[in-house]
């Protein structure tokens, strides 16, 4: 069983930045494939970020390409999500999430944070 909490999210002007952080516990951290979706009212989930357990590879959707990044700290148990250049469009609740191995599909994902909520004005 793993553990996920997520924290970092907030308002803020379009063109600014935030860091998004999800702390795990439970099981070994560095075993788990972490990723970042995203959930806007209506919409479905989507897939924003990942990375691999020794911090290799990495993987991001087109929209957010250069302007997140994603890295993570085994140390901590933490995965993190910089965001720079934000954009209204970037406004939703963005959830971290763990799995065994490489996915960008929501159903393929156990492990879930309960979110926390980006919004950008304009």
């Known amino acids: 069983q793993v553990q996920l909490v997520e924290s970092g999210g907030g308002l803020v002007q379009a063109g600014g930045s935030l860091r998004l952080s999800c702390v795990a516990s439970g099981r070994t951290f560095s075993n788990y494939y972490m990723a970042w979706f995203r959930q806007s009212p209506g919409e479905e989930r989507e897939f924003v970020a990942a990375?691999?357990?020794?911090?290799?590879?990495?993987d991001y959707t087109d929209s957010v390409q250069g302007r997140f990044t994603i890295s993570r700290d085994n140390a901590r148990n933490t995965v993190y999500l910089q965001m720079n250049n934000l954009k209204p469009e970037d406004t939703a609740a963005y959830y971290c999430a763990a799995r065994g191995a490489a996915s960008r599909e929501v159903r393929d994902y156990r492990y879930w944070g309960q979110g926390t909520q980006v919004t950008v004005s304009s």
């Open positions: 990375i691999g357990g020794s911090s290799i590879p990495t």
